[in-house]
């Protein structure tokens, strides 16, 4: 029995690699562990394979031709045998105490035949070269240490926190049903990871414990502000994917924890992109800006009117296009700054 599936997608990874799989291998014969080689160019599959050949009970290797981080997600998805599927980027890694912990929750679970379609974890972002960094909790927001449903949360979600990837373990089978497929060759599709599988969740388990560890500070990382800049056109990309992917009325009939969960989500998700957009001006940048809100006004005018006018995008839609560009970027360095990614 492989309780879960770690799916690590690579792509020249032969520097950080190793303390990934290190750190899933502490629950090894509870786990199957996935490494996706994404057309690497350095020696990422030499240290794959060396670790398929130590662990073969444990470890699989898919060698693929490079389609990205979301191409990479689903390699894994398609041949996860786990009952959970759990994405660990190679740069970071799991706490080997918690790890445990967790495992035997599964376990419990599973004799109790109680098994919950998705636990949410606490995580930390890792500013390793500062030896800083920031817990990401649930407490607020979940009851903790039981399953529930989503008409028995706590505290509703505010501003900039969302659950994020890294906090979440979903049922390899919810998964599948919802149909989750991510785009090939764009960044930023863990929004999309994030929110399509929800609609399907019916019991939660909150474990308050850090599981995840995410590593902050590589340069070439999407979240450092200057290509979370130069790449607004894949956030738009994975913004338009997540509007099409329920409609308003969709989201009206959820339940009425989820249903709000979802609203602050998309919010939360279109400020980013505004952000992303209008961080520089250009007539590209201003049409395509329009483009997305023509378009949803078009394709579902509920949608749009909610996210136009009845959420927080509110305070910002009507600024002029500097002014907004600039206040937004500051408020993205002041959260940026809190949870460490600069």
């Known amino acids: 029995?492989?309780?879960?599936?770690?799916?690590?997608?690579?792509?020249?990874?032969?520097?950080?690699?190793?303390k990934a799989v290190d750190s899933l291998l502490a629950v090894k014969d509870d786990a199957e562990i996935i490494i996706v080689n994404d057309g690497s160019?350095?020696?990422?599959?030499e240290i794959a394979n060396?670790?398929?050949?130590?662990?073969?009970?444990?470890?699989?290797?898919?060698?693929?031709?490079?389609?990205?981080?979301?191409?990479?997600?689903?390699?894994g998805l398609k041949e996860a045998t786990g009952l959970y599927y759990k994405v660990v980027d190679s740069d970071d890694w799991l706490d080997h105490e918690n790890i445990v912990t967790f495992i035997e929750t599964i376990k419990?679970?599973?004799?109790?035949?109680?098994?919950?379609?998705?636990?949410?974890?606490?995580?930390?972002?890792?500013?390793?070269?500062?030896?800083?960094?920031?817990?990401r909790s649930y407490e607020k927001n979940f009851p903790s240490n039981k399953i529930f449903t989503w008409n028995q949360t706590?505290?509703?979600?505010?501003?900039s926190n969302t659950m994020l990837m890294h906090a979440q373990v979903f049922k390899t089978s919810v998964l599948?049903?919802?149909?989750?497929?991510?785009?090939?060759h764009t960044f930023y599709v863990d929004n999309i990871f994030s929110y399509t599988p929800l609609a399907f969740v019916e019991k939660i388990y909150y474990l308050p414990l850090v599981l995840y560890h995410y590593y902050i500070g590589r340069d070439d990382q999407s979240?450092?502000?200057?290509?979370?800049?130069?790449?607004?056109?894949?956030?738009?990309?994975?913004?338009n994917i997540m509007l099409h992917t329920y409609s308003y009325r969709d989201i009206k009939r959820m339940p009425k924890g989820l249903r709000?969960?979802?609203?602050?989500?998309?919010?939360?998700?279109?400020i980013i992109t505004q952000m992303f957009t209008s961080a520089k001006d250009s007539k590209e940048r201003r049409k395509d800006l329009k483009k997305l809100w023509r378009d949803l006004r078009k394709k579902d005018q509920a949608l749009y009117w909610f996210l136009r006018y009845r959420s927080m995008n509110t305070l910002v839609n009507f600024l002029p296009w500097k002014l907004r560009g600039y206040l937004m970027l500051k408020g993205y360095l002041y959260l940026a700054k809190k949870v460490k990614l600069g």
């Open 1 to 18: 029995m492989k309780y879960i599936t770690f799916t690590i997608p690579c792509y020249n990874s032969e520097k950080y690699l190793h």
């Open 41 to 45: 160019t350095d020696k990422t599959l």
């Open 50 to 75: 060396a670790y398929q050949k130590k662990h073969p009970k444990t470890i699989k290797v898919i060698d693929k031709e490079n389609g990205g981080h979301g191409s990479g997600v689903n390699a």
């Open 108 to 135: 419990k679970h599973y004799q109790e035949a109680t098994l919950p379609d998705l636990y949410v974890l606490d995580f930390i972002y890792e500013q390793v070269a500062k030896q800083e960094n920031f817990v």
């Open 154 to 159: 706590k505290k509703k979600f505010k501003y």
């Open 176 to 184: 599948r049903r919802s149909g989750v497929e991510l785009p090939e």
């Open 223 to 239: 979240v450092q502000l200057h290509n979370i800049v130069d790449r607004y056109e894949q956030q738009i990309k994975v913004m």
């Open 260 to 270: 709000k969960y979802m609203k602050h989500l998309l919010s939360a998700i279109m």
